[in-house]
């Protein structure tokens, strides 16, 4: 978080930060997303790992997004004070 606190100095170098972090968290739903697909090439996983790992990948992908879409009105607030 300290990287985040030296941005809020400046919300436009915050705006890039918070589209990475949806963009991370697209790429990690298309992973969920083809997940079933991959997970049979994956040896020795079971069902309930696949179930596991499967989920996760949708976890991460949710706190992603969520963490990008307040970094994002963080820094519109922020743009929007100053102005």
Do not use: C, Q, Y
Request: hydrophobic share 60%.
């Amino acid at each position: 978080m300290m990287i985040l606190g030296k941005l809020e100095i400046s919300p436009e170098k915050t705006i890039p930060v918070a589209m990475a972090l949806i963009v991370a968290g697209l790429s990690m739903i298309v992973i969920g997303v083809v997940w079933p697909r991959i997970a049979p090439t994956v040896p020795l996983a079971g069902t309930d790992w696949n179930d596991f790992f499967h989920g996760v990948t949708f976890g991460i992908a949710i706190v992603l997004e969520i963490a990008g879409v307040v970094v994002a009105s963080t820094a519109a607030a922020a743009k929007k004070r100053k102005a």
